[in-house]
């Protein structure tokens, strides 16, 4: 299947081919088709499988109908970074149709946003709060709205937004499309999907099933050694673009800090982080001026950043569907990918859960050339075979551990 077979204007087609698109995605081939005929939908799928297509692309051909430089279709995202990535793509993707959007979001100043507004654009690409900001100052108004597009709904819950999303939809007109995307349904997403769509048409696209790209390997690592096995782990790989993920901003940072301070050209994505100095962290990744990102999962979601090698769990997440989150990163395109994870005898019931999803028991691996501090346990050992490209060498696995 192409994309021609979706009978998009000329001018979309124009930008569809500057992209370099050629094959739908999965997601894409699922939700256009319904998008395009008027229908609400709920479309299930992780971040990195052209979701912002499958919406996007229809979005422009019914905009290309109708008035100008009035906000018809109202995009809310729940981080800065995922409206600003999702506005860029908007742009890269609009070509020749000379639709326009603006990107709203709190942490900088609102005169330019408000000023961009003014001077007509038809997508609003917004965060929850700032545009409850500005309408109810009366710098922007929903009476044209056609279109409403919730993206990464299940992380606007996690961070709390789903009150300022219910009064922002009490203001859009009733008659309009409505579409939700997630790439989890915990129950009260599945209500607000209910109260917001109208018999809609649901896609799900294996979100919760690993891509098959991606090698999973596991070093059994105690947790005050975990640091300086990072860094002889980044040392002796060749890690490209690496992301690190740990469970708490606290721990992201200083992470990060500490690599740093060792020579590696790493940044922090977290919370804490003003608009300015996250998007330095960003574009600074994405660019290569940094080789590692250390992140919390809040921080990173939605992002989605090309040709990353690798991915480190620094911290085991608590569910499947974060570690398959997480790891989904790398290995797109068709191009391997490799995710370690640093794990103990805590993590084993974790592991279990992870394997049995992965359908595969994950490569026990580790760096004979690590030296960590002198142990003080004693458990049983035995040995495993693993492989690095062409090499081979044994490694010693607790018992427990090495049959979870």
Known sequence: MSFKEFNFYP??????????????????????????????VFGLAQTGTGKTAAFVLPLFQRLMNGSRKKARALIIAPTRELAEQTHDEIRKMAGKTQLKSVAIYGGVGKSPQIRAIRAGAEIIVACPGRLLDLFNEGSINFDHIEVLILDEADHMFDKGFLPDIRRIVAQLPKKRQSLVFSATMPMEIRRLAEKILHHPVTVKIDHSLPVATISHALFNVKKEQRTAFLKHLIKQQDMKRTIVFTRTKHKAKSLAKQLHNSGFRA???????????????????????????????????????????????????????TYTHRTGRTGRALKKGQAYSLVGQDDMKMIALIEKNLGKKMSRESLPSFKPEKQTHNYKSQPVIVSKGTRKRRCLWSESLAMA
């Not at 997601?27 to 008027?38: C, F, N, R, T, V």
């Not at 960003?282 to 660019?287: H, L």
């Open 11 to 40: 001018k979309i087609a124009a930008g569809i081919a500057a992209c370099g698109y050629t094959t739908p995605t999965p997601i894409q081939k699922e939700a256009i088709p319904s998008i395009l005929d008027g229908k609400d």
């Open 267 to 321: 940044t922090s994505l977290q919370g804490n982080l003003s608009q300015q100095n996250r998007k330095k962290a960003m574009d600074g990744f994405k660019n290569g001026t940094f080789k590692v990102l250390v992140a919390t999962d809040i921080a990173a979601r939605g992002i989605d950043v090309s040709e990353i090698s690798h991915v480190v769990n620094f911290d085991l997440p608590d569910t499947v569907e």
